[in-house]
C-alpha cells in the first residue's frame, strides 16, 4: 500500500521489484494497491517513486502478505504535472481477457453494441445472442448481470455510448462467486473519475453512413475524503439502413415453389441513457453505496419487402407479395442497487449486502399490410393487420455475501443470492378492414412467466509457493411458471443443480505461467423464447417462441500458457447439452416459414486461441488473435436427424501507431475474419471488417479529436442458409456498418497526478457490488 505521511492513497506511482540486481516486474498503483503475483521465495528490493515526492527504497522477503510504504512530499513540487500511463489495448489474463476500448480510437462515435461485433472471439447475431469461442455469453456492467436478452439487450447496449466505457472484459472462467447463467461472461465496466474536487468529461460524435447519426455523454464526479457522487448522461439518435433479401423453396409430392424476396429496412432509435451514484464511507469499516441507472428509448422501423413467387419452376412470376411493416416502440428501464459492507476482525473479515431491482417497461405497435397481385388476374388479396404489444419485467435481487481472510495468503468466500424475475407480455392481434379495427382473440395472446432462483456458493483461493488454487461450488434452484392464454398453456419446472468451479495455476517464474481450469455452467432460455405468441410480419411469416424450452449446461475445461503477459495459448474443450438455437421451420404444403427455438441436441467444440501483444518500435504496437476450432453437432428435429463436423477459424488484428508524440496524434488499424460456420441447421456465412482511425490532442492534453472509417470494404453482412432433409431457405442482410465517424472527448477539473484523497474504500468496495 503507497500512501503520504496522512495515510491518503496515492496514484500512479511507479513501483519496480528487483531481485539479487535485476528487475523481477514494475507496476503502477491503483488508489494506493500494488499488486505483485507470483513470486517465488527470497529476498526482494522495491523501489517506488512519483512526481511530487522522495523516491523510496525498502527490503523485504517472501512470503509476505502486505507492505505499508509512506512517501514523503518533496521539497519543490510542481504545480501541475500531466501523466498519461500506458495502458495495452488488450491484457491476458489467467481467467480473463481485458479489451481497454477507453484509448481506442475506432471507439470514438460508436456504441457497445457495435463495439462487440469486432472483438475477437466474439459473435454476435441481430437477435442479441453472444458467443465466445462457442459458448454463451452472459452481460454484466460493473460486475452486476443484465436481465435482459434478445432485442431487449441489442436496444440497451446500443444506447450505451462506448465514449462512457473504460474496459470489457471477457471472464472465460468464471468463480463460483459469479451466477452460473453463461458459459463466458461480458463484464462492462463503466469510466469513473477518481480525482479529487468537481470534475467531468463531454463527448459529442457524428456518424455518417447511408443515414447519418449522432450521440453526446457527458461525466462527472464530485469527490471528497468520505464521499464520491458521480453520474453520466448519454442521448443518441441513430438511424441505420439495411438491404434486404431472402429466398425460400417449398417443394412437396404436389408442387415446387420457388419464393424470392427483396427489401430495405429504415430504422430509428432516439435513447437517453443515466447514472447517478453516491460512496459513502460511513467509518473506516462501513461504506454505502446506492445507485441509479436507466435509459429511454423511443423506436421506428420501417420495412419495405418484394417477394417473388415462381412456382414450377417457371420463368414467369405467378403471383407478387408486396409488404409493408411499420413498428413502433418506447422502452424504458430502471435500475435501482444499494448495498452495504462491513469490515470486522481487524479487517480479517467482511460482510456486504446487496440488494437491486429493476423494472422494464415496453410498449410496441406494429402495422403490416401484404398485398398479394396475382399475374393475368385483376384479384388482389391484401393482408392487413395491427398487433400492438405490451411487455412488463419486474426483476429483484438480493444478496449476502461474506468473506474471511485465512492465514498464507488464503480466502475464504461464501454466500446466498435470491433472484425473481416476473414479466407479463400482452399481444394482441387486430384484423383491419376498412376504418374498422377487429380483435381476433385466437390470435391474441397474454403470457405470464414467473422465474425464481435461490443460490448459494463457497469459494476459497490462495498461493503456496509456485503454485494458486481457485476453486468452489455453486448450487441454484430455480422455479418457474408460465402461461398463456392462447393456447391455455400451463408448464412448471424445479430443478437444482450443482455447478463445481476450478482453477489451478503454476507460475514458476514471473515469465512463465500454466492454468487449468474447469467448470459447470447453464444457460437458460430467454424469456421472449418461451412465448408461444405468433408474431406475424407477412400472412406467410412469423416467430413463436417455445414455451417447452429447457435450459442447456455446458461443461467448459481449458489449459493455457502464458509467457511475459504478451504471448498466451489456450486449448480448450466445450461439451454443450439441449443447446438452445433459432430454427426456421418451413411448411410446403401451405407455403408458410416461421422462426423458433429447440433444443437441438449436443454440441461439442475442442480448439485453440492464440494471442499475442508485441511492440515492434516504441511507435507501434500490435495484437493478434486467432482461433482455431472444431465443432461437432448432433440434432434431431421434427422434419429429421442433422449432424455436422466443420473446422472454423477466426483472426483479428489491431494496430496502433504514435504518429507524434510531441503533437499527440495516433493512427489505428483493425482487421478481423470469421470464418463460416454452423449454429444448429443455420449456415452463417464468413464476415470481415477492416477499420482505420486517427487522433489528434487538443488544448494541452484536455482534449481529443478522433476520426474513423468502419467496416471500410462492407464485408460485414448477415448471411445465413438452411439445407436439410425438405427444409430449403435463406437469407441476406446487408447492415449500414460502413461509416465515417467523428468524434471530440474534453475533460474539465483537475486531471493531473498528485494525492489521490479518495479513501481507497470507496473503489476497491464498489466493485464488490454483485
Known amino acids: 500500500m503507497v500512501t503520504n505521511k ?11 521489484l528487483y531481485q539479487k540486481n535485476q528487475i523481477v516486474t514494475s507496476n503502477l498503483s491503483k488508489l494506493g494497491k500494488i499488486d505483485f503475483t507470483g513470486l517465488t521465495n527470497g529476498e526482494y528490493e522495491i523501489k517506488v517513486s512519483l512526481v511530487g515526492f522522495q523516491s523510496i527504497v525498502r527490503k523485504f522477503d517472501m512470503p509476505k502478505d502486505s507492505l505499508l510504504l509512506v512517501m514523503n512530499e518533496a521539497i519543490s513540487q510542481l504545480k501541475t504535472v500531466n501523466i498519461i500511463s500506458k495502458i495495452p489495448p488488450v491484457e491476458h489474463k489467467t481467467d480473463r481477457t481485458t479489451y481497454n476500448i477507453q484509448n481506442s480510437i475506432l471507439a470514438g462515435g460508436s456504441n457497445i453494441w457495435d463495439i462487440l461485433k469486432k472483438l475477437p472471439s466474439v459473435i454476435t447475431s441481430d437477435n442479441g445472442q453472444i458467443t465466445s469461442s462457442g459458448k454463451g455469453v452472459t452481460v454484466y456492467i460493473d460486475n452486476k448481470p443484465v436481465h435482459l436478452t434478445g432485442d431487449e439487450l441489442v436496444t440497451y447496449l446500443s444506447s450505451l455510448p462506448a465514449d462512457q466505457i473504460s474496459k470489457l472484459d471477457i471472464v472465460t472462467s468464471p468463480s463460483a462467486k459469479y451466477d452460473a447463467q453463461g458459459g463466458a461472461i461480458l463484464n462492462i465496466v463503466r469510466k469513473k473519475i477518481s480525482t479529487d474536487g468537481l470534475n467531468a468529461q463531454f463527448s459529442s460524435s457524428y456518424t455518417q453512413a447511408t443515414l447519418g447519426s449522432y450521440t453526446t455523454s457527458a461525466i462527472f464526479n464530485e469527490h471528497h475524503k468520505k464521499t464520491n457522487f458521480y453520474g453520466s448522461f448519454g442521448h443518441s439518435d441513430q438511424r441505420r439502413k439495411r438491404q434486404l433479401s431472402d429466398y425460400t423453396k417449398f417443394s412437396d409430392s404436389s408442387r415446387n415453389s420457388f419464393w424470392d424476396g427483396k427489401g430495405t429496412s429504415t430504422r430509428k432509435n432516439i435513447t437517453d441513457n443515466y447514472q447517478v451514484g453516491l460512496d459513502w464511507v460511513l467509518t473506516d469499516r462501513q461504506i454505502i453505496a446506492i445507485n441509479v441507472t436507466g435509459y429511454y428509448s423511443k423506436g421506428n422501423t420501417i ?4 417477394k417473388t413467387v415462381y412456382n414450377n419452376f417457371h420463368s414467369i412470376a405467378d403471383s407478387t407479395l408486396l409488404t409493408t411493416n411499420d413498428q413502433r416502440t418506447n422502452t424504458r428501464q430502471l435500475d435501482v442497487g444499494m448495498s452495504y459492507k462491513l469490515k470486522i476482525d481487524s479487517g480479517k473479515q467482511s460482510i456486504d449486502f446487496n440488494f437491486d431491482y429493476l423494472p422494464y417497461h415496453k410498449k410496441a405497435e406494429q402495422y403490416v399490410q401484404t398485398i398479394t397481385d396475382f399475374q393475368n388476374s385483376p384479384l388482389k388479396n391484401t393482408f392487413d393487420i395491427f398487433t400492438p404489444n405490451s411487455q412488463e419485467i419486474n426483476i429483484y435481487t438480493s444478496s449476502l455475501n461474506h468473506s474471511y481472510h485465512l492465514k498464507n495468503n488464503w480466502d475464504l468466500e461464501s454466500g446466498i443470492k435470491y433472484t425473481s424475475i416476473n414479466t407479463l407480455n400482452n399481444y394482441s392481434f387486430y384484423n383491419i378492414s376498412g376504418n374498422s379495427k377487429i380483435l381476433d382473440p385466437a390470435k391474441s395472446n397474454l403470457f405470464d412467466y414467473k422465474e425464481n432462483t435461490s443460490a448459494a456458493y463457497t469459494n476459497i483461493k490462495g498461493t503456496a509457493g509456485f503454485w494458486s488454487f481457485q476453486g468452489g461450488v455453486r448450487i441454484e434452484n430455480t422455479n418457474t411458471t408460465g402461461s398463456a392464454t392462447a393456447s391455455t398453456l400451463l408448464t412448471k419446472t424445479n430443478y437444482l443443480k450443482v455447478f463445481p468451479s476450478a482453477q489451478l495455476i503454476f507460475s514458476p517464474n514471473t515469465n512463465n505461467n500454466i492454468a487449468l481450469s474447469y467448470e459447470i455452467r447453464i444457460d437458460r432460455p430467454e424469456f421472449q423464447q418461451l412465448n408461444p405468441a405468433r408474431f406475424y410480419t407477412s400472412p406467410y411469416s412469423y416467430a413463436q417462441g417455445n414455451a417447452y424450452l429447457r435450459p442447456y449446461y455446458s461443461t467448459n ?5 502464458t509467457y511475459k503477459e504478451h504471448y498466451t495459448l489456450t486449448t480448450y474443450f466445450t461439451d454443450q447439452e439441449n443447446f438452445i438455437s433459432d430454427v426456421p421451420v418451413q411448411n410446403n404444403s401451405d407455403g408458410t416459414l416461421y422462426f423458433t427455438q429447440l433444443n ?4 461439442r467444440n475442442i480448439g485453440f486461441i492464440v494471442l499475442t501483444t508485441v511492440n515492434p518500435t516504441p511507435w507501434w504496437d500490435a495484437t493478434f488473435s486467432f482461433n482455431g476450432y472444431h465443432s461437432a453437432q448432433k440434432s434431431n428435429f421434427p422434419n429429421g436427424e442433422f449432424s455436422s463436423n466443420k473446422w472454423n477459424t477466426e483472426f483479428s488484428s489491431n494496430q496502433t501507431f504514435v504518429i507524434s ?10 482487421a478481423s475474419y470469421n470464418s ?6 443455420l449456415n452463417i456465412y464468413a464476415t470481415n471488417n477492416v477499420s482505420f482511425g486517427a487522433s489528434k490532442q487538443l488544448f494541452r492534453k484536455r482534449a481529443t479529436l478522433k476520426i474513423a472509417l468502419n467496416d471500410i470494404f462492407y464485408g460485414n453482412p448477415y448471411r445465413l442458409a438452411t439445407l436439410y432433409a425438405d427444409q430449403n431457405n435463406g437469407s441476406y442482410q446487408r447492415n449500414d456498418t460502413r461509416n465515417i465517424s467523428v468524434s471530440f472527448t474534453c475533460r474539465l477539473g483537475n486531471f493531473g497526478v498528485g494525492q489521490n ?4 474504500n470507496v473503489d476497491d468496495e464498489r466493485r464488490r457490488i454483485n
Open 6 to 16: 496522512k495515510g491518503i492513497s496515492l496514484d500512479a506511482a511507479t513501483a519496480t
Open 303 to 306: 420495412l419495405s419487402d418484394t
Open 557 to 561: 475445461l481449458d489449459l493455457t500458457y
Open 600 to 603: 437441438i441436441g449436443n454440441t
Open 661 to 670: 508524440k510531441s503533437q499527440g496524434i495516433k493512427a489505428e488499424l483493425a
Open 676 to 681: 463460416r460456420f454452423l449454429q444448429g441447421v
Open 757 to 760: 484523497k479518495k479513501n481507497k
